[in-house]
Every structure is written in structure tokens, then in C-alpha cells.
């Protein structure tokens, strides 16, 4: 039975709000879309949260909380295995390699990947009466200002800068959140251990930029460490995820005393490196400084439900957390901890075998989602675009979320086809191929595409590989000279998919 005929098609619901007459404000909060909150974690891992791993050396009870009351997808995937293509793909639903990025993530002072004009999350979500919020880490590329516009922005290569001089900070910066649909932005440009280290409030830095700090590294833990750079006055590393976190919460408060849903991107800097957890935190986890910093992370979502809650807004609130990436956490690290930050799946952050992008993903919405539930439907970082619009009753074009699949029936308990999406591609860091169908991921790559096992060290592996992974979950055993059939079948519907320019059907 459909539940939630009003946000099934939206045209007609918002002619019904027009022809309604006047409504108290108890009203308007009743019948208005839900505000959407969607916390990204920087690096986090599917077998860190508990109620994805039982087995997990670190205490997650909100996260645990969130997926006991709402929907736990225990087959999602992030659209690429490192944080710029991901970030890229869950904004505009188009998987990042039909971007310029082909490989690789940005940096700091790299130009605005996101092309002027494509629409996005945001700029749907604003079409259609929503205030629209960008808090966090950006990682997308910024078009900043020069001093002489006949120099380079800086000298060096970008993984190591060298004279900044040219780059005026007191200039608007362009190319980010505000010329993508937010109505409201603070952002760090990059990574926490990637320059510059500033705050950049709704297009423009707020604090000056008079220090160039050096390499740092703390001996306590291998993730403990972040590169040279400039950094503005008022920032301090350690305190980044408290104050964005902070920032949240003063968004959601003020938000809620306004009259339309509001849509907030919360991009987190947790627990990717440097792994800086509060002295609060320390000793939490029994896997070291990287457990306790997810921790922190667990908190963070704790304090932005009940600011959700404390304003009101809690009940009628889609609140999505998920991951960039698997964790960037090695064999030597499950070795010295006991820990499995990927759960049982191969490879990690950066690799296309399993472990590099599935990812955990929990929706919670009290209004609709009215106990827990598990569902293994595939799904990819690249759908909130489609599901979004499903939600507003506005079909996308052809030239918008080329590869975004709507999860919106999951959500509301509606009839749907299943499987929902066709196939699924993965992305490596080093720009190699996989595609997910059913119960088959087929890689094009001897290796893990990635830092697992590089292209260099798997030459003499076959070239392509084929696992089932109902049978074999870690990928352990390349059965493709077994399935030629399904290797041709796969490696044909992965070549249209990437020179067709979409995968939406």
C-alpha cells in the first residue's frame, strides 16, 4: 500500500499546498518535504560500526541507534574509492570518470571540478523550496583568485607546493558550493592534511592567511600526519571536526525557525588523516588512535540528532550517514589491532575489490521509517540524485544524474522493481574498472587497481577477474577462465556504460 502519496508526486502536492488557503505553522511542518541531512564520513570503513560488525573494537552506539530504528543498506557502494570522484558523483549522480578527473583526487588549489551550469543535489533540492547548506569538506576543486593573472597560482607540483604568493586569499573564491546550488557554505577546500588549512564562508576566507606550517607527524600513530602548507590564523587541526560540527548544529537550529525543508550537506573530516580524536576520545576504542577518532565520529552523528530533535525537526528529517570510501587500513594494521575496518572484504580505500568501496549507509526517518529494517539492495553514492527528484515528482533530463539510480520506494515502503539498478560501476584511484550485476563483480585489472596490489606487483595475473560474490564475499578466488560467458557479457555492458556517457536507463 503506498503510504506517502504526497511525496510521490510533488507536483500535485505542492498544488494542493497552494490551493489550501492559509496553514497554521504546525500545519506547514506536517505537509512541507523532509529536510535531508546527509553526514559523509571521510574514510570510514564498513566493519568499524558495529551493527555492521559484530566483531568491531569500536563502540558506535549512535551510529548502532540510528541503524537499529531505520533502514541499514548492507550493499552499498560508493561510486569511486578515494574522496574527489565520490564526492563528485554523490552530488551530481554521475560517476566522476566522465569528468576530467580520470584518476586520483584533487588537492587544495586544484580549479573546480564541477562544471558550471551541471545541476546538482542542491540546485534540484532549491528548485523546489528547499534552503540549501554545504558544512565541511569540499574536496572538489576552487577556483582562487591571482594577484598577477599573467603568473602561475603557485610553483611546485600540487602534492608539493612551493610558493603560494600569487594566490590572494582576500579575494572571493570561486568555483564551490554557492555556484553549485547551496545557499549557505563553510567549507575546508580539501582533506585535512592537504593546504590550504582555512575556512572558507560562503565564498570567501575568513580569517588571514599568514602562516606556512610545516610537515607534521606525531610518532603515536602511523595516521597521525599532515603536509606543509598555508594555514589561516584561525584554524587549529585538532579542533576542525568540533567546530564544523558546531557549525551543523547552529545550521539545523537556525533552519528550523524558517519556513522551508532544508536540505544540509555535512561532509566530515573523520577519520580520514591526520587521526586527531579529542582527549575525551583517547583510550575509547580497542584499535588504537584511528578507532578512538571513529569515535569521535559515532558523537558527531549523536549531536546532530539531537539537534535535529532539540528543534523540532527530528520526526519529519531524512537523516543519511555513509562513507566516501572504505578505510584506508592495511593488513599490518589488522594485524597490530585485531580490527577489521573493511569487515571481512578485500582491500581498502583506493582499491576496486570490495573492501575499497562498500561502504556503510543508513537512512533514519522517524516520520516514515517506523522500525529497523535490513536491506541488500545494491545501491551507489551516485542515487540521492534520483531519489531526490523522485521525491520532488521531477523526472531528471538526459543531461542530468547520468547514473543515478532512486532508492525513494525503499524508503517509503512502496512496491518496486528489484534489483534497482542494472549494474554498478567501480572507480579506482588509479583509474581502473569494475561493474557489479547480481551476484557477479567483474574487474578489469590483474590487480586490486589500487594500493592493495598495484597494476606493477600483479603484472603476471590474468587480466581480468570475476568473482561471485554470494559464494566467495572476500573475493579470493578469480573463477573468469571458469565464465567466459559472463566475462564477455560483463566486460560489454562496463564498455557501454563508460563510452555512452550514462548508465540510467
Known amino acids: 500500500m503506498k503510504t506517502t502519496l504526497t ?35 571521510d574514510d570510514l570503513g564498513y566493519g568499524d560500526i558495529h551493527a555492521y560488525n559484530s566483531s568491531s573494537k569500536i563502540p558506535t552506539p549512535a ?73 565541511g569538506k569540499w574536496h572538489l576543486g576552487l577556483d582562487w583568485a591571482r594577484i598577477d593573472t599573467t603568473k602561475p597560482l603557485f610553483t611546485g607540483n600540487e602534492w608539493d607546493i612551493q610558493d603560494t604568493r600569487n594566490i590572494n586569499y582576500a579575494e572571493v573564491v570561486h568555483g564551490g558550493p554557492s555556484e553549485h ?52 590564523d584561525n584554524f587549529e587541526h585538532a579542533a576542525c571536526l568540533p567546530h564544523f560540527t558546531q557549525k551543523a548544529v547552529d545550521y539545523i537550529t537556525s533552519a528550523a525557525q524558517g519556513n522551508k525543508p532544508f536540505f544540509l550537506y555535512f561532509p566530515i573530516t573523520a577519520p ?17 588512535v584511528y578507532g578512538d577518532f ?74 516514515q521509517i517506523k522500525e529497523g529494517k535490513i536491506c541488500d539492495e545494491v545501491i551507489c553514492t551516485t542515487d540521492l540524485m534520483a531519489t531526490c527528484a523522485e521525491m520532488v515528482g521531477q523526472p531528471l533530463p538526459d543531461d542530468a544524474g547520468e547514473d543515478s539510480y532512486s532508492f525513494w520506494k525503499v524508503l517509503t515502503g512502496e512496491p518496486y522493481s528489484s534489483p534497482l539498478r ?14 557489479r550485476q547480481g551476484d557477479w563483480v567483474y574487474l578489469k585489472a590483474h590487480g586490486s587497481g589500487g594500493w592493495s596490489l598495484s597494476e606493477k606487483d600483479a603484472a603476471n595475473r590474468p587480466a581480468e577477474q570475476l568473482y561471485n560474490l554470494k559464494e566467495d564475499p572476500t573475493e579470493q578466488n578469480n573463477v573468469a577462465a571458469n565464465y567466459p560467458k559472463q566475462v564477455e557479457k560483463m566486460r560489454r555492458l562496463l564498455e557501454h556504460y563508460v563510452t555512452s556517457g550514462k548508465s540510467r536507463r
Open 294 to 367: 571513529v569515535c569521535m565520529v559515532d558523537d558527531v552523528v549523536r549531536q546532530i540528532r539531537q539537534a535535529l530533535e532539540k528543534s523540532g525537526q527530528l520526526e519529519n528529517t531524512i537523516l543519511i550517514f555513509t562513507s566516501d570510501n572504505g578505510s584506508s587500513w592495511s593488513q599490518k594494521d589488522i594485524e597490530d589491532t585485531g580490527h577489521r575496518a573493511n569487515g571481512l572484504f578485500s582491500g581498502q580505500k583506493s582499491d576496486l575489490w570490495e573492501g575499497g568501496h562498500r561502504v556503510p549507509f543508513i537512512v533514519y526517518w522517524p516520520k
Open 181 to 232: 546550488g547551496f545557499d549557505y557554505s563553510y567549507i575546508l577546500p580539501a582533506s585535512l592534511d592537504i593546504a590550504p588549512y582555512v575556512y572558507i564562508e560562503n565564498g570567501r576566507v575568513n580569517s588571514p592567511v599568514n602562516t606556512h606550517v610545516p610537515d607534521w607527524h606525531d610518532d603515536r600513530a602511523h595516521g597521525m600526519w599532515y603536509r606543509h602548507g598555508d594555514k589561516a
Open 63 to 135: 551510529l548502532d541507534s540510528l541503524a537499529a530504528s531505520g533502514i541499514q543498506f548492507t550493499d552499498a557502494h560508493s561510486n569511486a574509492a578515494v574522496s574527489t570522484p565520490t564526492r563528485y558523483g554523490i552530488l551530481t549522480g554521475r560517476y566522476a570518470f566522465r569528468s576530467r578527473l580520470k584518476s586520483g583526487v584533487l588537492v587544495g588549489h586544484s580549479p573546480s571540478l564541477i562544471e558550471s551550469g551541471r545541476e546538482t543535489v542542491a540546485s534540484l533540492l532549491r528548485k523546489n523550496g528547499y534552503t540549501t547548506a554545504c558544512i
Open 422 to 435: 542494472e549494474a554498478t560501476i567501480h572507480h579506482s584511484i588509479d583509474g581502473y574498472f569494475a561493474l
Open 272 to 288: 580520514h588523516t591526520p587521526w586527531l580524536p579529542s582527549s575525551s576520545f583517547e583510550g575509547k576504542s580497542e584499535a588504537g
Open 7 to 41: 511525496w510521490t508526486a510533488g507536483s500535485v502536492f505542492l498544488f494542493l499546498l497552494s490551493c489550501s488557503g492559509q496553514k497554521s505553522s504546525s500545519e506547514e511542518q506536517e505537509n512541507r518535504y523532509p529536510n535531508i541531512v546527509y553526514i559523509l564520513a
